[in-house]
């Protein structure tokens, strides 16, 4: 029943200096990196000068009111980072469908003096937030009319500033790329998925997966797409009415060519063309009776919602929560409520009334049947990953194949340290060549291989490779084909050989700074040596993640998820041994990137990069700071510490040299340790082992996308080829778009040859937002600090 009961609480005051009480809530289904999100606007409302606070259990506790909202210090939100779920809890909410609930919630709101929400959650939350702000100017008349509030009491409440986070796994809003939470439970697939794959393999078994997701096909699309699934079913591209023959055929073509296993991906709201749900059922007979494959199903079901976020998503959370906080204080009186996205690497503001007005269409879309519509109205990823996934899938399509005279022989090769991705690269290279008619050549062990081992015998190092060899390359981590960092200069007449020899018509390069450097040699090398003159795309592939270029590099995620792993065991060693502070020392060559981007991942208390360096006053102002924090801790919270530190970030400072000033400053003159460090060196485990699922889905999109790159100059002469500076390219993510960048330009002016990195990192306007959510001292004002990417 609506609670109708007068109020005679005082509201406190509005604060003073325009600043705000901002309250966060979780709604919906749970997510990981919900509990980034939180501790993100805390802290970040903290710190510019606001008041949190908690509402717990969605938006129950908006209606309920009382002790389900509270007020939250900075403390309280430690060691949320690392957590599973979200820790304020959440609810599926009945009442708050309601008018009445929704009346409630104003109430409460008023009450507390709550002027500002930030509300993570779902396509549902976001929905009932948007309707909650439109009628708050109605809900504060109804109460003051009912007598529940005064209109003294409302009046600084006049407008009501709402901003979505969109946290859910099923990644079903549109207007972002990516839901806080999808790529962690992405995460948890595929890691059920590659092991399914193991048992499959033994017996030669089919498996039919069913993904989460609800009426959106996101979660399955992307676990095919990296687990190499031989059929999907998403509900936004039901498979045609033959679907039952095309499966067959498929399957049968795959399990002709050698392939032991068969798997399907089946998302939960699959329907067929006629809106009639496809169930795994279904799917298990036609396996199992037509094809006589011994078949198992496996519902993965709320697995997929749990487990600590993976790094892409503490980074999203934060950059969104940070973000959701100075949306609240820029908007001003009429600035439409904003949602927080993400459109590639780019944070950005939509109008939430039209991003749920988009979503609502999808479904709308579906059920009149448009399914090319609704394709179109998920995001342009979507169905780019769609395509990526439909021509890299099966082994045969021939309505795609090319005429002869299109057709090229294109080399593949990787350059430098293994990176995650790296395989599932040229698994969707091999895999688009097939589809197309091209003909894949791997070339062996990188250009030491190429220069020394072309003619060997009986095998080579430069060979045409089969579909099959390559099917199972998607989940597998280092390099398949070998990788060093020789270039070609090293012998360059012999490279410029082996290519005429072999007729490499086009090469894809993947690998990181020396893939780039590689290239640049090649271009700059093809007036003396013709042969080298054909078209060359670079695809970053490092886990330093320092290629110019691209503000992204296959394997960084990888890194980063490894990384996190380590921090997070080291930290809960230092929470329980109390007063100790680990120092980490991450890889990343002369860029900070890995360790600015862990940092805010682990909520490292200070970063030491090669850009900034090392000195003195810094250490002794993040001593200070671990003084004070320990100072603080009476042994309830968890405490442990974490200091990143990059490999090259100072000759004299190194990682065991800060250990010790800390430990040797942790204790007082009379010999109370306040404080104490360790050191940890993760080294090449930060490689990783099984690349991250982001690895895997950009590996292969972004392989398709170079391969019809390097096919559209199928038929040039050397000459033009020579003369065009789009035949040699970079491709890679620069803000909101994924472009190929003519490599002569990213070379002669992005490129800082010395310390072998972008002149212009993209990452760096955001080592302030880590300090300043990490509470280490400020080395500048937080609003100096723009949150979101930015070109320093
Ligand atoms: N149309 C609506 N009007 C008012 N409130 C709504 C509306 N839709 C959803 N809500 C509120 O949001 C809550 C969460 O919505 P829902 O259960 O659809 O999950 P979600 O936010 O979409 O998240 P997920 O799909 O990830 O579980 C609901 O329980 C309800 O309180
Ligand atoms: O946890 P519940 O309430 O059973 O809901 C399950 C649904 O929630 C989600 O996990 C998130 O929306 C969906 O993928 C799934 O359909
Ligand atoms: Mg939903």
Not at 356 to 382: N, S, Y
Not at 441 to 446: K, R
Request: aromatic share 6%; with cysteine.
């Amino acid at each position: 029943m609506p609670p109708t009961n007068m109020s005679n609480e005082e509201v406190p005051p509005p604060l003073p200096e325009k600043k705000r009480r901002i309250a966060v809530l979780t709604s919906g289904g749970d997510a990981p990196g919900m509990n980034g999100a939180v501790r993100a606007v805390v802290r970040m409302a903290i710190a510019k000068g606001c008041e949190a606070f908690f509402v717990h259990e969605g938006y129950e506790g908006l209606v309920n009111g009382g002790d389900m909202i509270k007020q939250a210090d900075w403390e309280d939100v430690r060691g949320f980072l690392p957590e599973g779920g979200t820790l304020i809890g959440s609810a599926r909410c009945m009442s708050f469908r309601e008018r009445w609930g929704r009346l409630s919630a104003a109430k409460n709101m008023v009450l507390n003096g709550i002027d500002a929400l930030i509300v993570c959650g779902g396509d549902g939350s976001l929905t009932g937030a948007d309707l909650f702000r439109k009628e708050w100017p109605g809900l504060l008349e109804e109460l003051v009319g009912k007598g529940e509030l005064t209109t003294e009491q409302i009046t600084p409440f006049k407008s009501l500033n709402i901003v979505g986070l969109v946290g859910s796994i099923d990644n079903d809003m549109s207007a972002t790329d990516a839901t806080i939470g999808c790529y962690s439970s992405l995460h948890r697939i595929c890691g059920c998925v590659d092991s399914i794959n193991d048992t499959a393999q033994s017996h030669q078994r089919a498996f039919i997966v069913e993904v989460m997701g609800r009426h959106c096909g996101w979660l399955a699309l992307m676990s095919a797409i990296s687990t190499g699934a031989d059929f999907l079913f998403i509900p936004e591209s039901p498979p045609s009415r033959d679907w039952r023959i095309d499966m067959s055929t498929i399957i049968t073509k795959h399990r002709k060519m050698g392939k032991r296993t068969t798997l399907v991906i089946i998302a939960e709201g699959a329907i067929d063309q006629d809106l009639k749900k496809v169930t795994p059922g279904e799917i298990k007979d036609l396996l199992s009776n037509e094809l006589k494959l011994d078949t198992r199903v496996t519902t993965l079901g709320h697995i997929q919602r749990g487990g600590a976020p993976c790094a892409y998503d503490r980074l999203l959370s934060t950059l969104q929560g940070a973000e959701a906080v100075n949306a609240v204080l820029e908007a001003k009186e009429g600035t439409p409520s904003p949602v927080i996205s993400v459109i590639e690497n780019k944070i950005v503001r939509q109008p939430l009334m039209e991003a749920v007005r988009l979503t609502q269409l999808v479904p709308a879309a579906i059920e009149h049947k448009d399914f090319a519509r609704a394709m179109e109205l998920r995001d342009a990823e979507f169905s780019e990953y769609f395509n990526a996934y439909r021509i890299t899938g099966a082994a045969e399509l021939p309505e795609l194949l090319l005429p002869e005279n299109k057709r090229m022989r294109i080399g593949i090769i990787h350059v430098g340290a293994p990176a995650g991705g790296m395989n599932a690269a040229s698994r969707a290279a091999i895999a688009y060549c097939f589809s197309r008619g091209h003909t894949p050549v791997a070339l062996y062990n990188g250009f030491s291989g190429l220069i020394r081992h072309h003619s060997d015998k009986p095998q080579g190092s430069v060979r045409d490779i089969s579909w099959l060899e390559a099917d199972s390359w998607v989940s597998k981590g280092g390099s398949e084909i070998g990788t060093n960092r020789t270039l070609p200069s090293e012998n360059m007449a012999e490279v410029s050989l082996a290519f005429e020899r072999y007729n490499i018509q086009a090469l894809f390069c993947i690998g990181g700074f020396e893939a780039f450097h590689a290239v640049s040699e090649l271009r700059k090398a093809r007036k003396e040596f013709p042969p080298v003159s054909i078209p060359i795309v670079v695809l970053p592939a490092t886990v330093s993640n320092n290629v110019p270029g691209t503000e992204y590099s296959l394997g960084s995620d990888t890194c980063l998820n490894a990384l996190i792993e380590y921090c997070d065991t080291c930290r809960q060693s230092a929470s329980a041994s109390r007063r100790r502070v680990f120092v980490i020392e991450t890889q990343g060559g002369e860029s900070g990137y890995v360790a600015v981007i862990a940092g805010i991942s682990v909520g490292a208390l200070a970063v030491y990069t090669p850009e900034e360096g090392i000195n003195i006053k810094m250490l002794d102002s993040d001593i200070d700071a671990l003084r004070e924090t320990f100072k603080r801790d009476r042994g309830q919270n968890r405490a442990g510490k974490i200091i990143l530190r990059n490999e090259k970030a100072s000759s004299v400072y190194t990682t065991q040299v800060i250990a010790d000033i800390l430990s040797v400053e942790g204790k007082t003159r009379e010999g109370k340790v306040q404080f104490e460090a360790r050191v940890g060196i993760p080294g090449h485990f930060q490689q990783g082992k099984e690349p991250s699922p982001m690895d895997r889905v950009r590996a292969v999109r972004f392989a398709v996308r170079s391969l019809q790159h390097l096919e559209s100059f199928a038929g040039w002469s050397r000459e033009e080829i020579a003369n065009d500076p789009t035949t040699v390219s970079v491709i890679g993510i620069r803000g909101a778009k994924v472009q190929f960048s003519a490599m002569e330009t990213v070379e002669n002016e992005e490129t800082d040859w010395k310390h072998r990195r972008p002149k212009a990192e993209y990452w760096r306007g955001l080592t302030g937002l880590g300090d300043i959510l990490a509470g280490r001292p400020r080395r500048t004002a937080p609003d100096d600090q723009e949150i979101g990417i930015l070109p320093i």
